[in-house]
């Protein structure tokens, strides 16, 4: 059984840094997508940044040169390292993966068919 557990959200400043961290255990092959999405209070649930099984990297535009996404494939580990947060970057965080092939958007939600129980991260002003 395939679980997916993130962990590193948390309170933080304004310009300040956060960490995420995720793993997704279960499966002995790695995942082909592993990515992340956030929600904030009253909104859709959006895309953030993923990879898929090799080193190419995707952002949303409103994190770009901000965030960066790595991952390890071994031990099928994902980790978002955020820095000079925002206010608007409020939102609860969800690791997702990939393990079916399937064709489809790496932003797409429906891409993936692993989530986890979502980190918070607050950034206060």
């Known amino acids: 059984q395939v679980q997916v557990v993130e962990s590193g959200g948390g309170l933080v400043q304004a310009g300040g840094s956060l960490r995420l961290s995720c793993k997704a255990s279960g499966r002995t092959s790695s995942y082909y997508a592993m990515g992340w999405f956030r929600q904030a209070p009253g909104k859709e649930r959006e895309f953030v940044a993923a990879?898929?099984?090799?080193?190419?990297?995707y952002y949303t535009d409103s994190v770009k040169g901000r965030f960066t996404i790595s991952r390890d494939n071994v031990k099928n580990t994902v980790s978002l390292q955020m820095n000079s947060l925002k206010p608007e970057d409020t939102a609860d965080y969800y690791c997702?993966?990939?393990?079916?092939?399937?064709?489809?958007?790496?932003?797409?939600?429906?891409?993936?068919?692993?989530w986890g129980q979502g980190t918070q991260v607050t950034v206060s002003s």
């Open positions: 997702a993966a990939q393990g079916k092939v399937r064709l489809g958007l790496i932003s797409s939600p429906s891409l993936y068919d692993y």
């Open positions: 990879m898929w099984n090799s080193e190419r990297t």
